[in-house]
């Protein structure tokens, strides 16, 4: 990684090689009051493009705090603009780690895990919020590498009608829903946003539960744990 630049009180600011040219990830370290470093991780949005992801996690950031919890969804921390009337925000998240399902204790996985990441989606979606894009690589550890974080909103959407239908593609064709595949174009046929979170769902611990095979005794074991 190499140093890019200060932002205000960031003391430096390091590219992880991802996202586009207007939605870029960063690590950022800041100094703490006891001379270390604190290490936090900014996402760069300019102008529009993202607009609707702060929006979204502001909500999710609301419910936080009322709850005094996580809710097994990444928190927002800040948000921070260099020039308050220029188009670049940035937003602060703390740290996540890899999440690898392999090098969890079956039990965890089982009672621990499996609940908590379905809850996390509960959480969102009792909000309005479906987040359109549930796979592996947007499931991470939190700090203390005991509970796990849905994080990536790029794709989320914030629904207020009941019921709520999307009329857009969105998401990753592996985890995607077959309603939401086979729409064709932006017409007035649309499908069921939360059903389609919950069909991700099911595909994600698949994976994982295919991830884990080697270490069930035979394959009734992981179809019944899907």
């Not at 090689?17 to 470093?37: Q, R």
């Not at 996402?43 to 999710?60: A, F, V």
């Not at 005094?68 to 740290?95: A, Q």
């Amino acid at each position: 990684m190499q140093v890019l630049r200060s932002i205000d009180s960031v003391s430096g600011v390091a590219e992880e090689e991802s996202g586009d040219l207007a939605s870029k990830v960063f690590y950022v370290w800041t100094p703490t009051e006891e001379g270390g470093v604190q290490f936090r991780v900014a996402k760069r949005i300019i102008g529009s493009y993202g607009e609707e992801e702060r929006k979204i996690l502001k909500l999710i950031q609301e419910q936080q705090t009322l709850r005094n919890d996580h809710c097994g969804v990444i928190r927002l921390l800040d948000e921070y603009k260099p020039d308050p009337e220029g188009p670049t925000t940035w937003l602060i998240f703390p740290p996540m780690y890899p999440f690898r399902p392999s090098a969890v204790p079956m039990d965890d996985f089982v009672h621990d895990f499996v609940p908590e990441f379905l809850s996390a989606v509960t959480f969102l979606h009792t909000m309005g919020i479906a987040h359109h894009d549930l796979k592996p690589e947007h499931i991470l550890m939190c700090r203390d590498k005991k509970r796990i974080c849905i994080i990536d909103f790029d794709c989320a959407q914030h629904y207020t009608e009941t019921p709520a239908v999307c009329n857009f593609i969105l998401g990753t064709d592996t985890y995607m829903a077959p309603e939401v595949a086979g729409l064709k174009g932006n017409g007035e046929s649309g499908y069921d946003p939360f059903a389609a979170d919950r069909y991700a769902c099911g595909r994600v611990l698949e994976e994982f539960a295919i991830d884990m095979a080697p270490r069930f005794r035979n394959w009734d074991q992981v179809y019944r744990i899907v």
